[in-house]
């Protein structure tokens, strides 16, 4: 299994980027999957999920800005990031497990069975 995720850049506050993370090697539309973020020094945070059935659960700190989706045809999970903020610095990476059986369990990272290397994404002020 290879998740790969792509997108990141520099962006000023309020601006917008788009993030996408391709898998390979797996039955996609099998899979839940997840978002996460590490910011300097700190630790790995949930940033949103999007269930195989399309179901999606988001961080308090993300809602009303990131939109999580997927395509089941291009095995590619995206993440919608508006008007962001320079607390949303971080790298960026995307997770998948077919194991997950409930919503609220999609926010815990040792759920997770396969990991993508990140994308680094710098919100300027």
């Known amino acids: 299994v290879q998740l790969q995720a792509s997108g990141g850049g520099l962006v000023q506050a309020g601006g917008s980027l788009r993030l996408s993370c391709a898998a390979s090697?797996?039955?996609?539309?099998?899979?839940?999957m997840g978002w996460f973020r590490q910011a300097p020094g700190k630790e790995h945070e949930f940033v949103a999920a999007?269930?195989?059935?399309?179901?999606?659960l988001y961080a308090d700190s993300v809602k009303g800005r990131f939109t999580v989706s997927r395509d089941n045809a291009k095995n590619t999970v995206y993440l919608q990031m508006n008007n962001l903020k320079p607390e949303d610095t971080a790298v960026y990476s995307c997770?998948?497990?077919?194991?997950?059986?409930?919503?609220?369990?999609?926010?815990?990272?040792?759920?997770?069975?396969?990991w993508g290397q990140g994308t680094l994404v710098t919100v300027s002020s």
């Open positions: 090697g797996l039955t996609f539309s099998n899979y839940g």
């Open positions: 999007v269930t195989w059935g399309g179901g999606t």
């Open positions: 997770a998948a497990d077919r194991t997950i059986y409930t919503l609220n369990h999609y926010n815990r990272r040792d759920k997770y069975d396969y």
